[in-house]
Nanobody, 125 residues
Framework: QVLLVESGGGLVQAGGSLRLTCAAA????????VAWFRQAPRKEREFVSA????????YYADSVKGRFTISRDSGKNTVYLQMNNLKPEDTAVYYC??????????????????WGQGTQVTVSS
């Protein structure tokens, strides 16, 4: 069992920055790829970013490439999402996810067994 807790969301003006944190408890996810997804109102949940277990590989959706940076601190069992130059279209609830030992495509929701409760990010224009 893995408990994931996101934090760091909030209200920010367009062009601003936020850093989201995903902390894991119950099982170290240092051996897992960890991903961020987001869901905007009236839209499907979508892939945002993922980081490999070593941190050596990172993946981004085209819509956030060049603005968001994912990183991890395995010693702290934590993954971060640094979001810069935020846009109103980034407004969504952001979720971190862990496969919990399973495997699959990093961008597919079905790969991930454990999900956090989400943190709201609101970007005003």
């Amino acid at each position: 069992q893995v408990l994931l807790v996101e934090s760091g969301g909030g209200l920010v003006q367009a062009g601003g920055s936020l850093r989201l944190t995903c902390a894991a408890a119950g099982r170290a996810f240092s051996t897992d790829t960890v991903a961020w997804f987001r869901q905007a109102p009236r839209k499907e949940r979508e892939f945002v970013s993922a980081i490999s277990q070593s941190g050596g590989y990172t993946y981004y959706a085209d819509s956030v490439k060049g603005r968001f940076t994912i990183s991890r601190d395995s010693g702290k069992n934590t993954v971060y999402l640094q979001m810069n130059n935020l846009k109103p279209e980034d407004t969504a609830v952001y979720y971190c996810a862990s496969p919990g030992g399973g495997s699959g495509d990093y961008y597919a929701q079905t790969t991930y067994e454990y999900w956090g409760q989400g943190t709201q990010v609101t970007v005003s224009s």
